[in-house]
């Protein structure tokens, strides 16, 4: 649960998102950390349902770091949410941000593939790094399925919705004003969230597993045209692998049966590659 009223500048009714607040909770070894004004609808989204505004009437409310962050709702205050009250520059991660953000940045509704242009890499300017996510693979991967978006059933343009709107939510965090992450790390994190996000995009909302396998691989040949490298194949066929394995169902078999009958040579091409890729990297999900 989360507390509501530190400042003025968080209405329960009109927020906006996005303001910052250094406050202090005894339940936090009367350590001080960041808060964010966030929307009750962010808070659910992010936390699994696990997090809500206390006030039943609010639509926007205080979200402490540590909980967003962390889900720890007590103890010590980890370093990169600490603060002190009044130094808005008081450690690494406490950088003023240079770019003024849209309050749909820190509350997005998921409506648009927009919101990597316009708030993550306006943020974390890394398109033109080795690690660039958010206008390379992030938004063209966004737009495919948009474009594609009449030939998948019902459920999976319900799937579709809300995989877009929790693979945004899981990098709201980065567009804290203390937030310092490298473009490699954003590029990490963007790709960590995709599988749960693919099985739980939100409640209510079909996971990958309860759809049929020809959705299954409808998805998997709009993800492969999203492609923007070879490490960039690495990480999502990964990522595919990764559900194939959660969800364990004959649906999700069937779709790896059929896509190895019909497309055999791609598939040994990328077994060759990743072979590859496995001598050079050291650690895998």
Request: glycine share 4%; net charge neutral.
């Amino acid at each position: 649960m989360v507390q509501t009223g530190w400042a003025a500048q968080c209405d329960k009714y009109v927020g906006p998102a996005g303001p910052t607040e250094c406050i202090l909770l005894p339940r936090y070894n009367n350590q001080y950390q960041w808060a964010t004004c966030l929307s009750n609808v962010y808070i659910k989204l992010k936390s699994s349902h696990k997090h809500y505004c206390l006030d039943p009437f609010a639509t926007y409310c205080w979200y402490q770091c540590m909980v967003e962050v962390h889900s720890k709702n007590y103890g010590p205050v980890t370093e990169d949410c600490s603060c002190e009250p009044g130094s808005p520059t008081s450690n690494p991660y406490t950088a003023i941000p240079t770019t003024p953000l849209p309050p749909e940045c820190y509350s997005p509704p998921g409506d648009s593939c927009d919101w990597y242009r316009n708030c993550l890499e306006k943020k974390h300017p890394c398109e033109a790094s080795s690690n660039a996510y958010a206008i390379t693979y992030a938004e063209k991967f966004c737009k495919l399925f948009d474009e594609r978006r009449a030939k998948f059933s019902a459920d999976a343009q319900k799937w579709m919705d809300g995989v877009r709107k929790c693979l945004q939510v899981s990098l709201v965090p980065l567009m804290r004003p203390w937030d310092d992450s490298t473009c490699e790390e954003i590029r990490a994190k963007a790709f960590a969230s995709h599988t749960p996000c693919y099985l739980e995009p939100d409640k209510d909302v079909p996971s990958i597993c309860d759809l049929d396998y020809l959705q299954y691989v409808k998805i998997f040949w709009t993800i492969k045209g999203s492609f923007i490298d070879l490490d960039t194949a690495w990480e999502s066929l990964k990522g595919m692998w990764n559900i194939a394995a959660e969800c364990k169902s004959s649906k999700i078999r069937q779709t790896f049966e059929s896509a190895r009958e019909t497309y055999n040579d791609v598939i040994k091409f990328f077994k060759i590659q990743i072979q590859r890729f496995k001598q050079k990297k050291t650690a895998f999900f």
